[in-house]
């Protein structure tokens, strides 16, 4: 009996050191995640969340919440077709995808944050309630504005809709107002005009949120017709390849020419291609697809800068590729699609690595190289559209995108509609 009666005793304070510990457990992931925290921990709130976003605090990751506080150290990283509204009093700071912030320090009531990777876009409804956004070194300031800002390997921008926004690294600041944007290269800071087509889908969906209740730079009906434009782009290019698979089959699309043959080394790679047949016919065998077409035709209105020796590079019609429908896996990039297709097509391309841009840079296309028609010239992408002002290898495709690679000769772009800044 007394065996029993003692076991039945260690069982019971068995069970109740489990239950201290669990509860110990909840209390402590509780504090973690600031279910108990004080309000003068609390710098802002997560408002609307979409997909999945995450938090690391005090080394513990977890899935933020809407609704969840925010305190100093907090990094938060969205994924995929996710993104976060990070409210702190009456501004708001929205992350898009694939993006990576870090809560700063509270002091005197004033918000801040660093992003390390992607794209934020703030509206300030109180300018006192701001204290800085910081990038790659640069501490970005601004009083009741709206404004956005983005960050890649090797550069950064702001685009500024309403108001004025200081951008200052040591002893250099620059300052931009609306309808100006900052460019930032290695050490260099630009202030240019910003024009809407330069602004990417992301900008343009939430300045017509902005445009609601404050006075942009770009009136709604500007806005929507960039991305009128840009549907109806990627319609047509869907439909010529549609066409094009109809009229040719599965073969070579964009045929072969004398023009595109040979290839060449360099500090980069190469990729010259072999019989020219397959790739819009191979699709099935990848998850995804997208469409592509390579065009020089700005050459023909400048053949007199073209350099010696290049005319018969140069089509007829001033198109390389036709449009067509290729495939592409997650997490594919406009590169890794356009090298594969150029060897499939038998499409010479001529690239290299730029370290400072942590991005592969295209140098020729169909023995077409930069500078090969003025000091200006070279090949440019755009992706439904838009003309990202990243290299190619740091866009990641989704399905159904619209990629086009085109030469300029004129003004880096301004003879293709491109508005860089």
């Known amino acids: 009996m007394e065996n029993k009666r003692n076991k039945k005793i260690f069982n019971t304070i068995m069970v109740a050191v489990i239950a201290v510990i669990a509860i110990g457990g909840v209390i402590s992931v509780g504090f973690i995640k ?82 390390t990777a992607g794209e934020a876009f703030a509206v ?24 956005s800002v983005n960050v890649q390997t090797g550069s950064m921008g702001v685009n500024v809709f309403e108001g004025n926004v200081d951008a200052q690294k040591g002893d250099k600041e620059v300052q931009a107002e609306d309808g100006q944007t900052i460019s930032v290269v290695g050490e260099e800071m630009t202030v240019m005009e910003l024009q809407a087509s330069s602004l990417n889908q992301f900008n343009i969906e939430k300045a017509l949120l902005a445009g ?27 439909e010529e390849a549609e066409s094009l698979e109809s009229s040719q089959g599965t073969g070579n699309a964009a045929g072969k020419n004398p023009a595109q ?25 990848y998850d995804y697809t997208c469409t592509i077409e390579i065009r020089c035709d700005t050459i023909l209105n400048n053949m007199g800068q073209l350099s010696p020796g290049k005319e018969g590079y140069v089509p007829s019609g001033g198109v390389i590729l036709r449009t067509v429908t290729v495939g592409f896996n997650k997490g594919e990039t406009v590169f890794d699609v356009l090298s594969r297709t150029c060897k499939e097509k038998g499409i010479q391309l001529e690239y290299s690595y730029t370290p400072m841009y942590g991005s592969y840079y295209i140098e020729g296309i169909n023995n077409l190289y930069e500078f090969d028609c003025g000091n200006k010239s ?44």
């Not at 309000?39 to 919440?65: D, H, P």
């Not at 938060?76 to 320090?105: C, F, H, M, R, W």
């Open 34 to 115: 600031g279910w108990f925290s004080d309000e003068g921990e609390q710098v802002a709130l997560a408002g609307k969340v979409t997909g999945v976003v995450n938090i690391e605090r005090k080394g513990v990751s977890f899935e933020l919440e809407e609704g969840a506080a925010l305190q100093t150290g907090d990094k938060i990283s969205t994924n995929e077709k996710a993104g976060i509204v990070i409210e702190s009093g009456d501004n708001t700071y929205e992350l898009a995808e694939n993006t990576s912030v870090v809560v700063g320090e509270y002091k005197d009531q004033k918000f801040s944050m660093e992003i």
């Open 124 to 147: 300030l409804n109180d300018g006192q309630m701001f204290g800085s956004i910081t990038a790659q070194e640069r501490s970005i300031t601004a009083d009741g504005t709206v404004f």
């Open 212 to 238: 609601e209740k404050h006075e942009l730079c770009f009136s709604q009906e500007e806005l929507n017709k960039v991305l009128e434009d840009r549907e109806s782009e990627g319609t047509q290019a869907r």
């Open 261 to 285: 043959s040979g290839s060449s080394q360099s500090n980069g790679g190469s990729s010259s291609g072999g019989s020219g047949s397959g790739g819009s016919g191979s699709y099935a065998s």
């Open 378 to 421: 070279g090949w440019m992408y755009k992706v439904n559209g838009w003309f990202p002002n990243y290299g190619c290898s740091s866009y990641n495709l989704k399905d159904g995108d619209s990629i086009v690679w085109a030469f300029t000769c004129n003004g880096l772009g301004a003879d293709l509609g491109a508005s860089m800044g």
